[in-house]
């Protein structure tokens, strides 16, 4: 590429996060700006700044779908772009392997790439190898980093704090965000003890989920900020399996296979809870042992070894389709008692 041709340069920024982006002068703006300085810096190599501007607010380095990126890459492959300027060369990617993907896409389109913060750029063997070096310590550092928010997550939960998802029904978060703890929503919390009550009563999913429906019970009511409505429709069966199973009732807090106690209260006693925990796995028994009789059954049917053995999420059986069903290679559920 020669020094005193023109070289069309366009500029690239990004912030992870979306705080601050509603501000005059933001930080987008700023890695533009520094970008600009030094373009206009090299107007003696022939370097021409575009007027497109490429910014991808509120989105992570650790993948290429991004807006902005999507469409400086196709500006690069139509040939309609020489260099690609970035403030700092995790701006454009943290992964190495996508910058990998980005450098070799480059240099089809005989186009180069420059930090100006870090004084190199994939022009030269030297420029390429360097940014090698620099992406695998960006990489180390965003591992190591996500190493670090699952300890503090999995330390959290551990002294019984609430770290954020779907809320479950009977629980609202605490009025202070700083507590990281939830509080009863009495209306919800009513509902669940009525389901604990039903299957303490029926003892089959299939009966409690009848009755929940008949007697008007629903899911968990969300508003997102857009104003859309999410929920608020009668409980599947799965959704009352995972209430009855789910001990953040009991005034707990699960991380993975361990469970801790909460500083949330508790809107089912540990009596209740028992009760319930107990009916499950007898009636889960059953299903097992039903599930073994129907094996032995089809034992000698090449295309139904699997009948009675597996199950869902919800502990439903999963059987071979009936001989009227049209097989398609799928299996077919029966409810658990």
């Not at 700023?30 to 991808?56: K, P």
């Not at 202070?176 to 919800?188: G, N, Q, W």
């Not at 032995?296 to 049917?301: C, L």
Request: hydrophobic share 35%; with cysteine; charged share 30%.
């Amino acid at each position: 590429m020669s020094p005193r041709c023109k070289i069309r340069c366009a500029i690239y920024t990004r912030k992870s996060s979306e705080e601050g982006l509603g501000q005059d002068f933001n930080s987008l703006d700023a890695q533009y700006e520094a970008c600009a300085a030094y373009v206009a810096s090299q107007r003696h190599e022939g370097w021409t700044l575009l007027d497109e501007r490429y910014d991808d607010g509120g989105l992570s380095g650790g993948t290429l779908e991004r807006p902005a990126l999507q469409r400086l890459l196709e500006e690069i492959d139509a040939g309609r772009i020489d260099m690609v300027v970035v403030y700092k060369i995790d701006r454009l990617t943290r992964s190495l392997a996508d910058f990998s993907k980005l450098v070799e896409r480059l240099e089809q389109a005989n186009c180069s790439f420059v930090s100006v913060t870090q004084a190199f750029n994939t022009s030269s063997s030297m420029g390429r190898l360097t940014l090698n070096v620099l992406l695998s310590f960006a990489q180390f550092e965003r591992e190591v980093t996500a190493e670090r928010i699952r300890d503090k997550i999995a330390a959290s939960k551990k002294k019984g704090l609430w770290m954020g998802g779907n809320l479950p029904l009977g629980y609202d978060r605490h009025p202070d965000s700083k507590a990281r703890t939830l509080v009863v929503k009495e209306d919800e919390a009513r509902t669940v003890r009525h389901l604990f009550d039903l299957y303490d009563e029926l003892g089959c999913l299939r009966k409690v989920e009848e009755r929940a429906t008949a007697d008007g019970l629903r899911s968990k009511r969300v508003v997102r900020a857009d104003g859309s409505v999410k929920g608020d429709c009668p409980l599947s069966r799965g959704q009352i399996y995972y209430l009855l199973r789910n001990p953040v009732y009991l005034g707990k807090i699960r991380h993975k296979d361990k469970i801790w106690g909460g500083q949330h209260p508790a809107i089912i006693d540990q009596d209740i809870w028992d009760c319930v925990q107990e009916k499950m796995r007898q009636a889960s028994n059953r299903s097992r042992a039903r599930g073994r009789s129907d094996a032995h059954q089809h034992s000698n049917d090449p295309g139904a070894w699997l009948t009675g053995l597996l199950q869902d999420e919800t502990g439903d059986r999963l059987s071979q389709p009936t001989p009227r069903a049209k097989a398609v290679g799928c299996v077919i559920m029966s409810p658990i008692d």
